[in-house]
């Protein structure tokens, strides 16, 4: 059930929220990106990330589900796909890797010939009053604006997560989608990196991961 040890979390780390082009038309979008690196960088700031321990993998008749019980967030992983939990990212790749090959040693030409999806997840919940709570009140600001101005840019799109609302990024280039969505105190952040020359079944497996998705608010 699980992949072989890879460094999943220092890859997807240092893609955790990270600042996207400049969108002159929405100050809050630039705001609410210089904050997250900000938070990222500050570990004394008071934001609690979930850990390892935090996430349970359970498997049933209906496929592998991973729930975590602190963050309120449960989702499928999809069928055949591999996962592992490793620090604060839960890694879900569209294939076994080999016990040798790894993020740190493996280059994006053996990537791109593995055909590697990979999917990651990331949860953390801020401290109400706090100063990093303000990307909290950012990304639901930048919500609300592309909501208005939809046709900014063709790159954001707002969508909807168990009934909640969420900010989608889509690189330009086709690699990979990024959505992050805030539930109360806590900010949630799921993202696909694709090597495979079809990256459109990548994106339609994440569109169905997306679909399970189940968020409590409490």
Same mark, same amino acid.
């Given at each position: ?49 979930? #850990? ?6 359970? /498997? ?8 975590? /019980? ?17 620090? @604060? @990212? ?19 030409? /053996? ?8 999917? @990651? ?5 801020? #401290? ?11 990304? *639901? ?51 696909? *990196? @694709?090597?495979?020359? *079809?990256?459109? #079944? ?17």
């Amino acid at each position: 059930m699980k992949i072989s040890k890879t460094s999943i979390a220092n890859f997807s780390k240092s893609n955790f929220f990270i600042p996207s082009l400049v969108i002159l038309l929405v100050i809050v979008g630039w705001f609410f990106l210089l904050t997250i690196d900000f938070i990222e960088e500050d570990n004394s700031d008071p934001v609690s990330w979930s #850990q390892k321990e935090d996430y349970v993998i359970k /498997e049933t008749l209906e496929g592998i589900f991973v729930k975590n /019980e602190k963050a309120g967030l449960s989702f499928k992983v999809p069928d055949g796909w591999e996962v592992e939990i490793e620090n @604060t @990212t839960v890694g879900i790749l569209n294939k076994k890797l080999n016990s040798i090959d790894s993020y740190g040693n493996i280059s994006p030409k /053996e990537l791109r010939e593995k055909e590697i999806c990979l999917i @990651t997840v990331n949860s953390a919940e801020f #401290q109400k009053d706090s100063i990093s709570y303000v990307a909290i009140n950012s990304l *639901n600001g930048l919500i609300s604006s592309w909501e208005k101005s939809p046709d900014v840019t063709g790159e954001y799109k707002v969508i909807k997560l168990d009934g909640y609302k969420a900010l989608e990024q889509e690189d330009k280039n086709k690699y990979y989608i990024s959505v992050k969505i805030s539930v109360g105190n806590k900010l949630h952040h799921f993202e696909i *990196n @694709t090597y495979s020359e *079809n990256n459109n #079944q990548c994106f339609q497996e994440f569109d169905r991961f997306l679909k399970t998705i189940l968020i409590n608010k409490s």
